[in-house]
C-alpha cells in the first residue's frame, strides 16, 4: 500500500514597502524537492481560473496585459537559470 503525504506551502508577495499584497497557502502531494512541482500545479489551478472578461467589463484590461507580461517575464527568468532564487547558474 502506497501513501502519499500532503505537504503545505504558505506563501505572500509584499510591495515595495513590505506591505503584503497577497498571501496564501496550498496543500497537496509533491514529489520535488522544496514542493516545486506543487508550487507549479497551484499556479496553473490559479491561472485557469481568471477570466479575462472581468477585467473588459471593469474597465481594466491594461491591468490583465501587465499582469499577463509580468508572469511571462518570470517565466523566462525561472527557465534561463537552474537556480532562480538561490545562485544565478545560467543555462546555456
Do not use: C, W
Request: charged share 35%.
Amino acid at each position: 500500500m502506497e501513501t502519499e503525504q500532503i505537504h503545505k506551502v504558505n506563501f505572500k508577495m509584499e510591495d515595495m514597502d513590505g506591505k503584503i499584497e497577497v498571501k496564501g497557502e496550498i496543500s497537496g502531494a509533491a514529489k520535488i524537492p522544496n514542493h516545486d512541482d506543487l508550487k507549479f500545479k497551484a499556479i496553473i489551478a490559479l491561472l485557469n481560473s481568471i477570466d479575462k472578461q472581468n477585467f473588459i467589463v471593469t474597465e481594466n484590461l491594461p491591468l490583465f496585459d501587465t499582469y499577463v507580461k509580468e508572469i511571462e517575464e518570470t517565466i523566462m527568468e525561472v527557465s534561463k537559470y537552474e537556480s532562480f532564487q538561490g545562485k544565478n547558474i545560467r543555462r546555456e
